[in-house]
């Protein structure tokens, strides 16, 4: 199985499963893999690189990762990220300095922006404010993980990828001509019951409709499969495994091998987290 991983570094990331994964994407008749949370994009990345598919779109709802997501396709922009790379020494005043600097351009220099994910601390982006007073405010994370020749090597594979911003319901409700039974959905939407920052903002209610979602489009003919969690530190995402219960006709649960007791600054000493892919029949 590929070791292939993402140069944006996220919380999050799918590379620990793309073996869990991968498998359950292509059954021989799809053509286009959509994916309405791209995240770091290391799930497209890997299929490009193995050739699974013949059109990618992918969307993210932070404009953020969208544009590394862009930027990344045009080496002038890997050498860019070097130059400011080689201009501030790995230590944490000068990553403190980085990060000023970038609030002080009004976080719009995605150089800087690349670089301090690269040194920050648990790939976890953390913006406070909006407009005029948004400021960049993740921790230094004593490290330096700059990799040009994963940087080229996504380079290279991202060229397939078509990447957009918005809703994920706006951008699956897009694609009005495609033959859904040769389309994959895969979606890694954020987790209820689990801490990441980027979870911020979703409820109960985005949950639901996101799976009647993923039943709109399984009914259509596409091949639907997303991740998410039946336990974590003590929650029980009791709606979606009784939605599974009663879709079980429609859809297979795998349980997997993740562990997000100890991603939180305080450990977790309970039960162990069920991770689970849900896979259409």
């Not at 994407?25 to 193995?50: M, W, Y």
């Not at 699974?52 to 990762?65: A, H, K, Q, R, T």
């Not at 599974?244 to 091998?257: A, I, M, P, R």
Request: include cysteine; hydrophobic fraction near 30%.
């Amino acid at each position: 199985m590929t070791k292939l991983n993402s140069s944006i570094y996220l919380a999050g990331s799918k590379q620990k499963l793309l073996k869990d994964i991968l498998p359950h994407l292509q059954d021989g008749n799809r053509k286009t893999l959509l994916t309405p949370f791209s995240g770091s994009g290391v799930v497209e990345l890997a299929c490009i690189e193995q050739d699974l598919f013949e059109n990618y779109y992918s969307n993210d709802l932070e404009e953020w990762v969208v544009r590394l997501h862009n930027k990344l396709k045009d080496p002038k922009f890997i050498l860019d990220c070097k130059s400011v790379n080689d201009k501030y020494p790995s230590d944490k005043k000068s990553y403190l300095q980085m990060r000023e600097d970038y609030n002080q351009g009004k976080c719009q220099d995605d150089t800087l922006l690349f670089n301090l994910l690269m040194r920050s601390h648990s790939n976890r982006m953390r913006f406070s404010g909006q407009g005029s007073k948004l400021k960049c405010n993740i921790p230094y994370g004593e490290r330096n993980r700059f990799d040009m020749e994963r940087m080229l090597k996504h380079h290279t594979l991202s060229q397939k990828m078509n990447v957009r911003q918005g809703g994920f319901a706006t951008f699956l409700n897009s694609f009005q001509d495609l033959d859904w039974e040769e389309v994959t959905i895969y979606a890694d939407p954020p987790y209820l019951g689990t801490t990441a920052v980027y979870n911020a903002g979703w409820s109960k209610m985005d949950d639901e409709v996101f799976r009647e979602c993923m039943l709109k489009y399984h009914h259509l003919g596409a091949k639907v499969i997303f991740s998410n969690i039946f336990y974590n530190r003590g929650y029980v995402a009791q709606d979606l495994i009784d939605w599974c219960g009663e879709h079980s006709d429609k859809f297979d649960v795998h349980h997997l091998d993740m562990d997000y007791r100890n991603t939180a600054h305080v450990k977790y000493e309970g039960k162990k987290t069920d991770e689970v892919l849900i896979v259409s029949k």
